[in-house]
């Protein structure tokens, strides 16, 4: 199986396949982008005077970029990388929210130490990539990197890029995590199975290694919604259910048809799919069912009544989207709702700081994960977190022990709250109980989702009942058809998407 791709905004593992065989970037360049003349990346910070850019980097499209340019690169040629001082480390990031929390936390570091931090920001994802890429090659990698969880560190260990650092993260070290995140980075048993074909973009990887610690951890399938404007509707709690939900969103679309509806990155196809959707059928039909969605079961797939009932659920956004959402991106999606030129928006637990960082206060937002709807078999779905960043040794580092030993004090409870508030990020480190406190209400809102039973959960990362060829992607496009565009029926969309599935299926070894 491919490296599963999540659109969770820019952080996704693994890249797509498309029906003919090309990798399909889903997004380029977010408006304000930090992209220089002639391809360059610069120093997110430097160029914008440390001002809040728009281009920031989220689950999906990141990784997809970085797989696809990834080459393999000889990175291990015995020059030193980083900053070649034994007192001083170079990190790379490419989330600009990321910068000042690292930069406050390197300088306790070097209080502790004596060992300095340099932190550094590029973007975007693309640009990162390539600066990456171009590093390698002339052996001036950072000692440290930011990557995208299970999917970009793999590729990066593939090609050489990161260091396999297996034997040195402990029990002690991996235990300061989420205990959903602690193998994060880790060449499993599935993802060395997803490695093995020839086009794999981790493929060379082996069976244990180990290329990043998780940084970041999350979800997506989360609701944010403008509290004022929902107030102004008479609204003032989040919606029990997903009845309650469309009831709501009937309520400010009524209120202001232009202004009211949700908006979705939903020129990435797969954002329907996977943000929506997916989570969706899962509350309605329960794991068992909604996994044979994907399966070769003609009685079950998308075109059964299983499969048609959840299509129509998901159709009754039809009337509530914001105009022209069909042809924003992920950024532009989340720009909009942040401008108030929409009441709501679909994205993830890493859409706060993005939101934050275009004018909009946390404590303006109302989060809450997708409801389930009244009748389905989990009413009250829980969304399982995710890693979405991790931190890498690169492969040319002449001083990895001072490297990993800034990645475990970035591990520490007391440094990872710090973080969290700064760059209103989920950390993957476990916060205790008192995590919602240090993260605010609206971030430890949104984490609440987590909260759930393994019946009762929704695992993004579970791609084991899919076929190995399974193209997200291609799956959305087909969605797509039904809502916004609507150019198909629930049932024609049903019996595209199963014709779409089994052909994965007939490709399938």
């Not at 003032?236 to 709501?248: C, G, N």
Request: proline share 7%; glycine share 12%.
């Amino acid at each position: 199986m491919r490296i599963p791709r999540i659109p969770f905004a820019r952080y996704s593992p693994g890249g797509t396949r498309s029906p003919g065989g090309t990798r399909t970037p889903a997004g380029t360049a977010a408006p304000g982008s930090t992209k220089a003349p002639g391809g360059t990346a610069a120093p997110v910070g430097a160029r914008n005077g440390g001002a809040p850019r728009t281009g920031r980097t989220r689950l999906t499209v990141a990784v997809l970029a970085t797989v696809v340019s990834l080459a393999p690169v000889a990175a291990c040629g015995g020059s030193s990388g980083g900053s070649g001082d034994s007192k001083s480390l170079e990190m790379w990031t490419f989330k600009q929210s990321h910068v000042a929390g690292l930069r406050d936390a390197a300088a306790v570091f070097k209080q502790q130490t004596g060992i300095t931090v340099r932190i550094e920001a590029y973007g975007p994802d693309d640009a990162y990539t390539t600066k990456v890429q171009a590093a390698a090659k002339t052996h001036d990698l950072p000692d440290v990197l930011e990557v995208h969880s299970d999917g970009e560190d793999f590729a990066l260990g593939a090609t050489g890029i990161a260091r396999n650092i297996a034997d040195d993260v402990d029990s002690a070290w991996s235990g300061q995590y989420q205990k959903g995140v602690r193998i994060s980075g880790t060449v499993t048993a599935a993802k060395y199975k997803e490695s093995l074909p020839g086009d794999s973009k981790s493929h060379g990887v082996a069976r244990g290694q180990r290329f990043s610690v998780p940084f970041t951890s999350g979800t997506f399938g989360i609701v944010l919604a403008n509290k004022k404007t929902l107030a102004a509707a008479g609204i003032t709690r989040p919606p029990a259910s997903w009845e309650e939900f469309l009831a709501d969103l009937k309520a400010t679309t009524g209120k202001n048809a232009k202004t009211g509806g949700v908006s979705l990155g939903l020129k990435v196809k797969a954002t329907g799919l996977t943000w929506v959707l997916q989570p969706l059928a899962f509350a309605q039909l329960g794991r068992e069912k909604y996994h044979a969605l994907f399966g070769k079961d003609a009685a079950a797939d998308f075109a059964s009544p299983d499969g048609l009932k959840a299509l129509g659920l998901y159709d009754q956004l039809q009337p509530y989207w914001m105009p022209g959402t069909q042809s924003l991106d992920i950024d532009a999606a989340d720009q909009a709702f942040a401008q108030g030129k929409s009441a709501w928006d679909i994205g993830g637990t890493f859409t706060l700081a993005f939101l934050q960082q275009n004018g909009m206060a946390p404590d303006d937002v109302m989060a809450f994960g997708l409801p389930g709807p009244q009748a389905g078999a989990v009413p009250k779905p829980a969304l399982g977190p995710l890693a979405l960043t991790g931190l890498a040794v690169s492969s040319t580092s002449a001083y990895a022990g001072n490297a990993e030993k800034w990645m475990k004090f970035l591990a520490q409870p007391a440094v990872a709250s710090t973080f969290a508030r700064q760059a209103t990020e989920v950390p993957a480190t476990e916060l205790g109980p008192d995590a919602a406190q240090v993260m605010g209400p609206t971030l430890a809102d949104m984490t609440k989702t987590f909260a759930g039973t393994p019946a009762t959960t929704y695992d993004p990362g579970d791609n084991s009942f899919r076929p190995p060829t399974y193209d997200q992607d291609s799956m959305g496009e087909v969605l797509a058809d039904l809502t916004p565009l609507g150019q198909k029926s629930v049932a024609a969309t049903g019996k595209a998407m199963a014709k779409l599935n089994n052909s994965f299926w007939a490709t399938s070894k």
